[in-house]
């Protein structure tokens, strides 16, 4: 079993939208990040997360420490958000920490 | 702000190949730096990591190797390339400490032939 694993794998939607998201993690991991990457491979820090809720534009991170869940939204979608959005964990003691990816979501949204 | 290069950007290389790929980091100093290959249709997976000069862990078995001659230069090498080597690349630094600033490099797309 995956020590982080995010649903679905693929989602398409069309523009205006509200998207959601979802990862699941297991014990062991500290902290929740929010990773987009672009076609080209290139990968963008959306969000980093241990408590609560976070938002940036029209995007919002939200984590619940004792389901070890963590959800991304996006509202009012766009077809430039189209990317692999993926949930990774901190892994280790601080100062040495590892990233544990999910398999990442394919999100396509159409115009 | 911290910047990472990564070099190259795309690289064909026949089975039994050296490979050496490079990746820089400025901006910080004493960074943890980290190796992730992602193989076509799959998640990251970390290769290796490293906390200081001369210090590497590796995560999984495997044909390649990694070394960190400078604070801020992280190089992942094979003396000889699998097929099995082929896919994306990606250097990663993160700041020491409790908020772990990061960052990610533009990666290297890799085909062995």
């Known amino acids: 079993k995956n020590e982080v694993e995010q649903s679905p794998q693929n989602l398409t939607a069309q523009e205006g939208e509200f998207i959601t998201i979802n990862c699941s993690y297991s014990?062991?991991?500290?902290?929740l990040h929010w990773l987009q990457q672009h076609p080209g491979g290139g990968i963008v820090s959306l969000f980093m997360?241990?408590?609560g809720k976070k938002k940036h534009g029209r995007l919002i991170a939200t984590i619940n420490i004792q389901e070890k869940h963590s959800s991304l939204h996006i509202t009012a979608s766009h077809p430039r958000d189209s990317a692999v959005y993926i949930c990774a964990g901190d892994q280790g003691v601080q100062g040495a920490q590892k990233l544990v990816f999910g398999q990442g979501t394919r999100l396509t949204i159409n115009p | 702000s911290q910047t990472i290069h990564q070099w190259p950007a795309t690289l064909v290389q026949p089975v039994g190949s050296p490979l050496s790929l490079e990746c820089t980091v400025e901006?910080?100093?004493?960074?943890?730096l980290y190796w992730y290959r992602q193989a076509a249709g799959r998640g990251l997976q970390l290769l290796f990591y490293s906390v200081g000069i001369g210090q590497i862990s590796s995560e999984v078995p495997q044909n390649l190797s990694a070394s960190r001659p400078q604070d801020r230069q992280f190089i992942l090498s094979s003396k000889k390339l699998l097929l099995s080597d082929s896919g994306f690349y990606l250097c990663?630094?993160?700041?020491?400490?409790?908020?772990?600033?990061?960052?990610f490099g533009p990666g290297t797309r890799l085909t062995v032939l």
């Open positions: 901006g910080t100093s004493n960074p943890n």
């Open positions: 990663a630094w993160r700041r020491k400490g409790l908020a772990g600033e990061k960052g």
């Open positions: 014990v062991g991991i500290s902290a």
């Open positions: 997360l241990s408590s």
